[in-house]
């Protein structure tokens, strides 16, 4: 009974330390991040300044949202093929590949119960890297850009923002 | 017997490989050019949005057209000298591989073709190649295509490109 005990907690502990360090992690701990966002159910309704019914149905089934950026001086495209690698490495698949006029956009998903998605952009000055667990409903995000365009939500990325000084409309 | 649908079975299978070619030839030869945006979108991605729950049905018939594709493959510019040649040796190269023809628009601005390759009553490949006076843009879509859900993934998708398949809703409701 002892070693049955053993095992489970052994296993139980392994699992949860491998997957806090993902190849992501390890990155994001070997360069230096110059801006970084942790996003969870809660945080990422905070930035639905006006309470868009639709942002909130777009991310119910987030569980965690990362959020990196770095400067290109930090990251070279041989270290975002490691990268790339690497995560192929521990079972993600290529889902979506983009390129176009200087920017590199590579989606990478691993299949589970909840599903994680590691998005790698890169393009002249700038890496970033966003990795969701969870699901993002797609059918939602065209009625979210028109949201986003007309400055409904807080531009987390642009602080300093005038728009981001309005109140919320309630 | 055995024999003979044993060759039938490869000559179908090559067949097949010679229209999967082509249009992927036309992707590797244009894949290092930078005046060409390239997208590419696997099986997985799609899967993915299987198990989504649909709010509404608008947005259950853009989740069905999603569920049954494989994968999409676009390349695209708004700068070639050269788009006249691009769009007529792109259609020439599809259509020689056994691709069917599906629909046609000529206007000033630019030309567009869809093809299509069908099998068993299913279109399993949706190929369209615009050419503009700069532009060039062919998109592959491919899996189990149902024309009418993909003009309706066309209209909910805010993707650039994608409204040229809001012409096949626009050709069938003139029937």
């Keep these: 009974m002892r070693l049955i005990l053993t095992l489970f907690f052994l296993l139980t502990f392994s699992s949860v330390i491998c997957a806090q360090s993902s190849a992501v992690t390890e990155f994001k701990d070997n360069h230096e991040t110059a801006l970084a966002f942790y996003f969870y159910p809660s945080t990422l309704r905070m930035i639905n300044l006006q309470r868009n019914p639709e942002f909130d149905e777009m991310i119910k089934d987030i569980k965690k949202a990362r959020f990196f950026k770095l400067d290109s001086g930090v990251v070279t495209q041989p270290d975002l093929t490691t990268l790339g690698n690497d995560l192929r490495k521990a079972g993600y698949e290529e889902m979506m590949m983009m390129k176009s006029k200087g920017n590199d956009i590579e989606v990478l998903g691993l299949e589970k119960h909840t599903p994680e998605i590691v998005v790698i952009s890169r393009n002249g000055y700038e890496c970033m890297l966003l990795e969701v667990t969870g699901m993002i409903n797609i059918a939602k995000i065209p009625k979210l850009i028109d949201a986003f365009s007309s400055g409904a939500f807080l531009d987390v990325f642009n602080l300093n923002k005038e728009q981001n000084d309005r109140p919320a409309d309630h | ?175």
């Excluded at chain 2, 030869?29 to 099986?43: A, G, H, L, Q, R």
């Excluded at chain 2, 999603?66 to 259509?95: E, F, P, R």
């Excluded at chain 2, 869809?114 to 050419?131: A, C, Q, R, T």
């Design chain 2, 1 to 175: 017997m055995k024999t003979l649908f044993t060759v039938l079975a490869l000559g179908f299978a090559l067949i097949a490989q010679a229209q999967n070619d082509a249009v992927t030839k036309l992707f590797n030869e244009y894949y290092n050019d930078e005046k060409f945006t390239k997208i590419s979108v696997s099986s997985k991605m799609f899967q993915l949005f299987t198990e989504i729950e649909p709010g509404d049905v608008n947005e259950k018939e853009i989740l069905e057209a999603i569920s049954k594709l494989k994968g999409l493959k676009v390349i695209a510019t708004d700068s070639a000298a050269n788009s006249a040649k691009l769009y007529a040796d792109a259609v020439k190269k599809i259509s020689g591989n056994g691709y069917e023809e599906l629909m046609e628009v000529k206007d000033a601005q630019e030309n567009m073709k869809f093809m299509i390759s069908e099998k068993d009553g299913i279109i399993n490949e949706l190929v369209m190649v615009v050419g503009g006076k700069k532009s060039f843009f062919i998109m592959s879509l491919f899996g189990e295509i149902d024309l009418s859900k993909i003009s309706k993934l066309s209209k909910g998708m805010n993707i650039k490109g994608m409204e040229y398949l809001q012409k096949l809703d626009e050709s069938e409701d003139k029937k």
